[in-house]
């Protein structure tokens, strides 16, 4: 029987690791651009400052209206450029990728829309809830991308999940349809995302 050198054994078990390095990282959904999801938090940050123009907080609705129209806005920005690049340049394996990473997160959108209309149509002052809950349920969208994102995108899902619990926390006051509440914790969020993607998957990449 052969002998096997404990050097072979750690030699064998790092070449094993760089595969499955390797592996991951062709696993990756490179369709989110850093530059589009920066962009997105910046729409989010001029929204804040537009919101009291817009935005009459005696008329709940109101706010709700402004801040499905910002988010239209912002899904527009990734997902024409994810169509485009779907359809003019991407091989059979990278649409199957693009199916699956945003399939991951289409299931957070639904239910954003949902809750949101079930809010409106029920009572208007359950409105002052929806910060939050669109916080959090963003945050597990961004959870459930993350086997086709990199690692680090846990901690772009960890602040909008923060921002979400702080938003239900300022309930009592009120302060969850202020400018600052969504401003805040999407532009914050999607910044840091911008950041993720790029030193870990753009920069990786050049």
């Given amino acids: 029987m052969r002998y096997v050198c404990p050097m072979e054994i750690d030699k064998a078990l790092e070449q094993l690791e760089e595969i499955h390095s390797h ?26 400052f537009l919101q009291p123009r817009f935005v009459v907080l005696e008329h709940p609705l109101s706010f709700v209206y402004f801040w499905v129209a910002v988010a239209l806005a912002n899904f527009l920005l990734p997902i024409s450029q994810i169509l485009f690049h779907y359809a003019a340049y991407e091989s059979p394996l990278e649409r199957k990728k693009t199916r699956l990473a945003v399939g991951q997160f289409l299931p957070c959108l639904l239910a954003g829309a949902f809750l949101t209309i079930a809010v409106c149509k029920t009572n208007e002052n359950f409105i002052i809830f929806l910060p939050g809950l669109w916080s959090i349920l963003f945050a597990m969208g961004v ?46 969020g999607l910044l840091a995302g911008a950041g993720i993607l790029y030193f870990n998957l753009e920069r990786k990449k050049s």
């Fill in 23 to 48: 592996v991951q990282r062709s696993e990756l959904y490179r369709g989110y651009r850093s530059i589009l999801t920066a962009a997105m938090g910046l729409v989010a940050l001029g929204a804040a």
């Fill in 143 to 188: 959870y459930a991308s993350k086997p086709y994102l990199p690692g680090a995108i846990h901690w772009m899902a960890l602040s909008f999940f923060l921002g979400g619990v702080i938003l239900l926390a300022l309930v009592p006051s009120g302060q969850s349809l202020s400018p600052w509440g969504m401003g805040l914790d999407f532009s914050l």
